[in-house]
């Protein structure tokens, strides 16, 4: 299975904006990236995923590394409500299950 | 966004007696459903997934007579922890994912177990 690299932890500042890396050195040509958070006692939360090109959605943008090997989540303006463990994983689809890594765990500071 | 349901969230349970969770997809059908385990501070792990009306595959090391999974039908599946001891308090946490090419999965809220 491919796998990710993230940082264990991170910090950042309220309504300031976030950036959480991912490397994948490995990916293949049909895995996804993937990002989910979980929060404090609760299921994971999917936020984005992509595949090449770069992604927004109203949760948070996906860049992607033109050669596919890292990735970066951003967050525009971190609120404490963003304070979880974000996952970074590749899904190819067809292999079913998503593999969860240790994450990142973001602290937001007000 | 496509709603998954776990219940109970909580339960406290006796050492040798067994504790059945629901996973309940809410307003999709789901082919396949899976099983994760999270202990604390730890990041999840898959225990099995199961497709509806056939047997799941278990991950290695996980015991198929001690958590017996059933799918039987396309908007529930079962994790039945058979005489549970207190190892086997966790977070348990089932997912759901549709029948398309992508395979979106959708995460419950979890069921928190405790074994006294």
């Known amino acids: 299975d491919a796998k990710t690299t993230q940082p264990n932890s991170m910090e950042s500042n309220e309504e300031e904006p976030v950036h959480l890396p991912c490397n994948h050195s490995?990916?293949?040509?049909?895995?996804?990236i993937h990002w989910y958070r979980q929060l404090p006692s609760q299921g994971p939360e999917y936020v984005i995923h992509?595949?090449?090109s770069n992604v927004n959605n109203r949760m948070a943008s996906l860049a992607i590394a033109e050669d596919r090997k890292s990735s970066t989540l951003i967050l525009h303006r971190a609120t404490l409500r963003d304070a979880a463990v974000y996952y970074c994983?590749?899904?190819?689809?067809?292999?079913?299950?998503?593999?969860f890594g240790k994450g990142t765990k973001l602290s937001v500071k007000p | 966004g496509a709603v998954v349901s776990q219940h109970p969230s909580r339960v406290i349970c006796k050492s040798g007696t067994s504790v059945k969770i629901e996973c309940r997809s809410l307003?999709?059908?789901?082919?396949?459903m899976f099983w994760y385990r999270q202990f604390p501070k730890k990041s999840l792990m898959l225990m099995a997934t199961s497709n509806e009306g056939s047997k799941a595959t278990y991950e290695q090391g996980v015991e198929k007579d001690k958590f017996l999974i059933n799918h039987a039908s396309l908007t529930l599946s079962t994790l039945t922890v058979t005489s549970a001891h207190p190892e086997d308090s966790s977070f348990y946490i089932c997912?759901?994912?549709?029948?398309?090419?992508?395979?979106?999965?959708?995460f419950g809220p979890g069921t928190r177990l405790t074994v006294l």
């Open positions: 490995t990916i293949s040509g049909t895995d996804y």
């Open positions: 997912s759901a994912s549709t029948s398309s090419a992508y395979n979106e999965q959708f």
């Open positions: 307003d999709f059908q789901a082919t396949t």
């Open positions: 992509g595949l090449t």
């Open positions: 994983i590749l899904y190819g689809g067809s292999q079913g299950n998503l593999i």
